[in-house]
């Protein structure tokens, strides 16, 4: 031991400060208008059909179509079947995300959740840069999309990317690309379909109906339309479904090309017109319910089925901000940020 020791000793070196790390997860769903109105509704479609991501035309062509007649033709129309849907706290797709959101961000642990829309609001740079205020520096995103599309989870990228390249100091990313094979969601999709027969009885027949897709975006890579047939046929299999007992199906074709196929409409008519009295409508790549579950199916797709001469008509609510919804997306979080 030193028999002196200087006043004027140095102190030891402290390392700097640096900020609390935190983890966060962004929640994206496609978006809705602000209200059930003609002008909310023209701004949200001309942002949804404007991204080249949704509509793969060269925009010389296509703008002059979608300025000069679908934004003068389809609001409206379009408005009056969100008012048809729409629910007392908004539309009903930001209302169970968010409500999701709330549930999922009680259930992780030190982690925030934050609900953003592809289009409209809240936007997906709001939503980051909450994530940024709350001090999460590792944050998965996490598009409520179970299959992936590049209209759907590839643009969602391209807007996550768009944000970020405007940070210098740029968090951790996991991307979660799709669910459709999860284990945990096909036994959410189970419980949620097992749930409604418990309390309405079994059907002749289950449909499962998807969002359809140009039949273009297979020929040019998309795996959407295999992956929904891989969550129909595990979906069935997890209920014991025999062949002749669900049939899986495309909504939601827009202009005169060739969809993916077979198309809910028709599928619906043809159905009844083969003598099944009752079926029930189920929307396995929905996460949440929205403008094409509420009114597309459980309105006109009933429509269709009892005009064609069926009996009786069930749809089977999305997951919404179900437990087994929360439990399930929990489970792909953890798995995603291991």
Request: hydrophobic share 40%; charged share 20%.
């Amino acid at each position: 031991m030193p028999l002196f020791t200087s006043p004027f000793q140095p102190e030891p070196p402290t390392r700097p400060a640096v900020a609390q790390h935190r983890k966060g997860v962004l929640l994206v769903n496609l978006g809705t208008p602000n209200s059930p109105t003609a002008p909310d509704v023209r701004r949200y479609l001309k942002e949804f059909l404007s991204d080249p991501r949704v509509v793969e035309l060269p925009a010389l062509l296509w703008q002059p179509i979608l300025r000069g007649i679908i934004l003068n033709t389809r609001p409206a129309k379009s408005a009056r079947k969100y008012a048809s849907i729409w629910m007392p706290d908004g539309s009903p797709l930001l209302v169970y995300s968010q409500r999701l959101a709330a549930k999922l961000e009680a259930a992780l642990e030190d982690t925030r959740v934050i609900t953003a829309m592809r289009y409209g609001q809240p936007s997906i740079a709001a939503g980051l840069e909450a994530l940024r205020a709350a001090g999460c520096d590792r944050i998965v995103i996490l598009p409520l999309y179970p299959q992936y599309a590049a209209s759907t989870v590839g643009s969602v990228y391209d807007a996550v990317f768009a944000t970020l390249q405007q940070w210098r100091n740029q968090p951790e990313l996991r991307l979660v690309r799709q669910y459709f094979d999860h284990p945990a969601h096909i036994e959410a999709l189970k419980q949620q379909v097992l749930g409604y027969w418990q309390q309405h009885g079994r059907p002749d027949c289950l449909l499962m109906s998807f969002h359809g897709l140009p039949q273009k975006s297979s020929e040019l890579g998309d795996p959407y339309a295999d992956e929904c047939l891989y969550t129909g046929r595990a979906l069935a299999d997890a209920l014991e479904l025999p062949e002749a007992g669900y049939r899986i199906t495309f909504q939601s074709r827009f202009g005169l090309q060739e969809w993916l196929q077979p198309y809910t409409d028709e599928s619906l008519r043809a159905l009844a017109k083969e003598g099944y009295r009752r079926v029930d409508t189920f929307c396995p790549g929905f996460a949440t319910d929205c403008l094409e579950t509420l009114e597309e199916i459980a309105m006109e797709g009933k429509e269709a089925f009892l005009g064609a001469g069926g009996r009786e008509f069930h749809y089977i609510p999305a997951l919404n901000d179900s437990d087994s919804s929360v439990a399930m997306l929990q489970a792909i979080v953890a798995h995603h940020d291991a």
